[in-house]
């Protein structure tokens, strides 16, 4: 007699809870490959973060908004999101994201915490994020790009969500002269610290993805007015009025 095939182990999952807690304290997993079983904690020295009043929408992109190329969705397929995030890169051909850390992002996504800005193109997802939600923070975990210009339409949709749903601090963790150019800023451990305490003071006026649709719908609403006749166009304006 044969034995039955073995299943494969699921992977574990770190609670919901305990990732919260981490994030609220400034700290957050990783691992050193995709097979890895084990998860690290970490905490920067120096964090990145992406002061939401300083976003650099270069003319190139308030171009590329404007156009609707891409048509931009929140949660729309976190699982493809996540998956494409931790697929290997030239410059990265291992990845942080391991069974580990995959499963308690998408667990963390059911739990309402964790969620994806997505750009879309003929029907084809082609570029966005994944980060955690909590308080009136948002921390960006990773992103990807299958199109020109597609992660930065996300990162550019992400901060006028947040904006507008009334969050504070988007934290991208560690500095990288892509978010550097975006208008990413890199600051201490303790002011970290202070600006998390103060985000934790209130709650936001509403989620991301009751954002996007409170955009959509003003979108619509003003389609008469040929300066705001599109999500993207709105998104656009909102930049160069704070710029």
Known sequence: MHAPPTKPASPKIIPPEVLLLAYRSGVFPMADSRDDE????????????????????????????KSDRFTVRVDGDFSAVI???????????????????DASYRNLHRHGHAHSVECW?????????????????????????????ASKVALAWLVALMRRAGYVLLDCQFMTEHLASLGAVEITRERYQEL??????????????QALAALYQESEGSAGAEAFSSPGKLIAQSFSQTS
């Open 38 to 65: 084990e998860v690290f904690w970490v905490e920067p020295r120096n964090r990145a973060i992406l002061p939401l009043d300083g976003f650099r929408c270069s003319r190139s992109l308030a171009k590329v908004l």
């Open 83 to 101: 998956d494409a995030c931790a697929q290997p890169r030239t410059d990265h051909p291992d990845t942080w994201i391991s069974g580990t850390v």
């Open 121 to 149: 193109q003929d029907g084809e997802l082609v570029g966005g994020l994944y980060g955690v939600a909590f308080d009136r923070v948002f921390c960006g975990e990773s992103m990807f790009a299958r199109a020109d210009n």
């Open 196 to 209: 998390l305490g103060h985000a934790a003071e209130a709650q936001p006026r509403m989620s991301l993805p």
